[in-house]
């Protein structure tokens, strides 16, 4: 066992030594690798078609928040109004455009 821990002693600097560069090598093939992929990619318009769908898609997300949300903020006081039985009729409710503290309606002129 003595001859075995002699052998180990004189080649585990080699060995790790050797092991560590190929470490280092195979990350910095891989760094290339993946630069190269990138660049072809910019070069190729694939990664700025990728943007631009993912700001279209971020656009479309916001509009649509800011299109429920004040729907959703009128149901909650539709509802509190019909609890407090202050809830008017569609004969009873005031003309387009008179409502105070509502969103305008897509489409309907702005004044």
Known sequence: MATFWDYFSVLAPSVGLALLFWLIMRSLLRADTGEREAEGRRRSGVDARAAAEEAE????????RADEA??????EADAAEVGEGRLET???APAEGAGEGRAPEEGAPRA
């Open 57 to 64: 898609a971020r656009e479309w997300a916001r509009r649509r």
């Open 70 to 75: 004040p729907a959703e903020g009128r149901v």
């Open 90 to 92: 569609d004969a009873e």
